[in-house]
Nanobody, 115 residues
Framework: QVQLVESGGGLVQAGGSLRLSCAAS????????MGWYRQTPGKQRELVAD???????NYADSVKGRFTISRDNAKNTVYLQMNSLKPEDTAVYYC?????????WGKGTLVTVSS
């Protein structure tokens, strides 16, 4: 089993920045891809960004150029630096880890961007 704990959410004004962190513990070797998803009420959970163990990144078009995902394999932690935040970025952000074809999820952290 893999446990994921997110931190770093909160309230920020439009144009501001936040940094999310997600620490993995448990049976973590090997964790292949780690990523961030987000969800708003009534909508499906959507990919924000992910990163492979080798450092290859993938971003949703809506966040390209504004968000940066990074990973510290030694600390088993993935980060999401969010800049130039917009009200439409408001959502619950979930950390995800893929290990042996199985998805693991954190409980989520709320990001609210005020206009």
């Amino acid at each position: 089993q893999v446990q994921l704990v997110e931190s770093g959410g909160g309230l920020v004004q439009a144009g501001g920045s936040l940094r999310l962190s997600c620490a993995a513990s448990g049976s973590i070797f090997p964790i292949n891809t780690m990523g961030w998803y987000r969800q708003t009420p009534g909508k499906q959970r959507e990919l924000v960004a992910d990163i492979t163990s080798g450092g290859t990144t993938n971003y949703a078009d809506s966040v390209k150029g504004r968000f940066t995902i990074s990973r510290d394999n030694a600390k088993n932690t993935v980060y999401l630096q969010m800049n130039s935040l917009k009200p439409e970025d408001t959502a619950v952000y979930y950390c995800n880890a893929l290990r042996w074809g199985k998805d693991y999820w954190g409980k989520g952290t709320l990001v609210t961007v005020s206009s």
